[in-house]
């Protein structure tokens, strides 16, 4: 087959690549990672680059490659790492993990020995593999694993290593549909010792859950998107490793939380039903596997443990989001919404728990949007009226310059436009025409077209363009806003409760935790409460998951908390589609 070179500016990067390739998949040789919303189908319009020397603007994932090239690939296509939520709220946790290290200066001659020395150092019997070896003369360091569903010896001895050293380290990560967030702790002494994060780069199959379940159904697809995943983990670990000074083979264990699609992923189940009636998870079950049977950076005895996934669309995240709230022992009537691509809601009410999935879609997260892009240098993330000047005002990430608006700077913008009255209750653009004598000059020069639909421009022109809402925008945001808002009447309907029983909304998510209070309320994507009983918890899923990694009592209860939680599915309910036509109104 015939081959052809790449070269990529500005980046002076060179592949070499069969023809009939796109210059998506060039562009992913290169290390240049594109944006692409909609998987590669050519719908977002995302993944924009100019072939030179004519300044030909194409579609990467769509054009093919048929000769020698050079590319110029714009910022607005690149996906560059974007601010993502690492941290939760401070909380202490008492660290009792399902691992200890016991040393020897000399380990004892007779299993029978060494199992009374270990069951009175730990203060629990403690098992003995039945072929287990014993290394030659001179100090070991015995390395225990707690399995809880043992109804005896819970400890097990995993193996004696030949060393004084006591590190024991390990690492929580919360598998996010668009980010990836792992904790690296001392097991020992519960203190995190670093913290990292970045894309999820499964995005590149699609940027929603259902994009990745056809894909993963296709044949050599589920295995494409386990080794992704199990990529990123590791460069997250060496990279955690690397910061707290510390290797990867001190790392024992990795407690894994995501959404259902997410789990199912990283362990290789069956995903097709996941995207059919009645969306059936292949398995609800926490598991334990040997690290090393993923090609996991942990020690060669290092265990991967999956929590509890609740349903098909309801996962394991959701159990960390509530332990991190203590939803389990909660007096009050709380409600919890982790606002991301996957929107899961839970309701705590008189000791119930009700829990939701709504397929929000990565609008929120200006996936899907003219202009929209995750939260990066250059884009905006605050848009506010200027009552002084009657014009808008931004926040920009970064050096100032927007090229673009991300999740919290396009629910401000809503909130602006719909309380100025450029948006109709019904989601539409006012005429300009009524809005002469009402709107301030300013506001109403923003207003133009796009496509010969209605638009208003929230930044003028810096460099190759403006950045525009327009009106298929906001039609994207008000169904995304639409599905979280009757997502949460259902769960309140269910247990028959309005706005008034609600004492506490927590709002967690690197989405949720940056957007304003009171724009999140103006066009309804919260329900009417007062502003001052909303708070926001951070990655409460990152924090959840690091509570099960350091106390093993608290990941005995998942189970238990897991089946606590009536899962109410959304679609199947008669009244649902009255819901959310009603929720769609601003």
């Known amino acids: 087959m015939q081959h052809f070179t790449i070269q990529f500016l500005p980046d002076h990067r060179t592949v070499r690549i069969h023809a009939g390739a796109t210059l998506f998949e060039a562009a992913g040789q290169a290390d240049i990672v594109l944006v692409s919303p909609c998987g590669g189908k050519g719908h977002c319009r995302k993944c924009k680059v100019h072939i030179e020397p004519s300044g030909e603007e194409v579609l990467a994932c769509q054009f093919k490659i048929t000769q020698d090239l050079t590319v110029t690939v714009p910022r607005a296509s690149r996906y560059y790492r974007q601010q993502i939520l690492v941290h939760g709220r401070e909380k202490k946790i008492t660290a009792d993990p399902c691992w200890k290290k016991i040393h020897f200066p000399d380990p004892p001659a007779t299993k029978e020995q060494l199992q009374k020395i270990l069951s009175d150092a730990a203060g629990e019997p403690v098992a003995i593999p039945p072929r287990f070896s014993f290394p030659a003369e001179g100090e070991a360091t015995a390395v225990l694993r707690f399995d809880g569903r043992r109804r005896e010896q819970g400890w097990e001895l995993v193996c004696l290593e030949k060393t004084n050293h006591r590190h024991l380290y390990g690492a929580a990560v919360d598998i996010g549909t668009t980010t990836v967030v792992l904790h690296l702790a001392d097991l020992q002494t519960g203190k995190i010792l670093a913290t990292v994060s970045t894309a999820n780069p499964q995005h ?11 894909f993963a159904s296709k044949p050599q697809g589920q295995d494409w998107m386990q080794r992704e995943i199990i990529v990123c983990l590791n460069g997250l670990l060496r990279q955690a490793a690397g910061e707290a000074n510390v290797h990867t083979e001190q790392i ?10 997410m789990n199912h992923l990283l362990m290789k189940f069956p995903v097709a039903q996941l995207g059919q009636s009645p969306y059936a998870p292949h398995t609800t079950d926490a598991f334990d596997a040997p690290a090393q049977n993923f090609g996991l950076a942990l020690n060669p005895h290092g265990n991967l443990h999956t929590v509890q996934n609740i349903a098909g669309f309801v996962g394991s995240d959701t159990v960390a989001d509530a332990i991190a709230a203590d939803l389990a022992t909660e007096p009050q009537t709380t409600l919890l919404v982790d606002i991301g691509t996957n929107t899961e809601i839970v309701l705590c009410h008189h000791g119930k728990l009700y829990t939701a999935s709504c397929a929000a879609g990565p609008a929120l997260e200006g996936a899907r949007v003219l202009h929209g892009s995750r939260a990066m240098d250059g884009a905006i993330q605050r848009v506010v009226l200027d009552s002084s000047t009657g014009d808008i005002d931004l926040d920009v990430i ?7 608006i991300c999740g919290s700077g396009l629910i401000d913008a809503l909130a602006v436009l719909v309380e100025a009255g ?19 000059h300013a506001m109403l020069a923003r207003l133009t077209e796009y496509e010969k639909q209605p638009a208003f421009v929230l930044a003028k022109e810096t460099g190759n363009s403006a950045v525009i809402l327009t009106q298929r925008d906001v039609r994207q945001l008000q169904l995304a806003k639409a599905a979280i808002r009757a997502g949460i009447k259902v769960l309140k309907k269910t247990a028959e409760i309005d706005n008034t029983r609600i004492e506490k909304l927590l709002l967690a998510g ?12 103006r066009i309804g994507l919260l329900p009417h409460v007062a502003a001052e009983h909303i708070h926001f918890i951070g990655n409460a899923a990152g924090g959840g998951a690091l509570e099960i990694l350091l106390n093993r009592t608290i990941r005995a209860n998942c189970r238990t908390l897991a089946r606590r939680m009536e899962y109410i599915e959304l679609a199947s309910r008669p009244d649902f589609q009255d819901i959310f036509a009603d929720s769609l109104m601003f």
């Open 204 to 214: 590149q199959r699609g940027d929603d859950v259902i994009s990745r379940i056809h």
């Open 398 to 404: 970064g050096d100032g310059t927007p090229h673009s």
């Open 422 to 440: 450029v948006i109709s209750p019904a989601g539409g653009f006012v005429p300009k025409e009524e809005l002469a004598g009402k709107l301030s």
């Open 252 to 261: 024992y264990e990795l407690v894994a939380v995501g959404n259902t699609t």
């Open 510 to 521: 690197a989405f949720g935790n940056y957007i304003q209070k009171t724009s999140a309320l």
